[in-house]
């Protein structure tokens, strides 16, 4: 069974950072595309950035040249940097592989951006 879990989400300003990291329990990132997704208040789940095996890396629309997904193969991580931020971008944050897989979401990370 694979375990993901997240961390580094906090309460932040309009115009802030935050880098968010999502450990595996063991090593699945070689083969598998990973994503960033996201569950703002009242919203429905939703994928923020992905990357592939090979580094190539897609994003949402509301969060392009804000956001950097990356991975660490050898550390069983992936990251997601976030800049800017915005209020919009409020939500708890998950990492799963992509597609999803509903046995591996973790409890997520809270970012709050508010002033």
């Known amino acids: 069974q694979v375990q993901l879990v997240e961390s580094g989400g906090g309460l932040v300003q309009p115009g802030g950072s935050l880098r968010l990291s999502c450990a595996a329990s063991?090593?699945?990132?070689?083969?598998?595309?990973m994503g960033w997704y996201r569950q703002g208040p009242g919203k429905q789940r939703e994928l923020v950035a992905k990357?592939?095996?090979?580094?190539?890396?897609i994003y949402v629309d509301s969060v392009k040249g804000r956001f950097t997904i990356s991975r660490d193969n050898a550390k069983n991580t992936v990251y997601l940097q976030m800049n800017s931020l915005k209020p919009e971008d409020t939500a708890v944050y998950y990492c799963?592989?992509?597609?999803?897989?509903?046995?591996?979401w973790g409890q997520g990370t809270q970012v709050t951006v508010s002033s």
């Open positions: 990357i592939n095996s090979v580094g190539r890396t």
């Open positions: 799963n592989i992509y597609p999803p897989n509903g046995d591996y």
């Open positions: 063991r090593s699945i990132f070689k083969t598998y595309t």
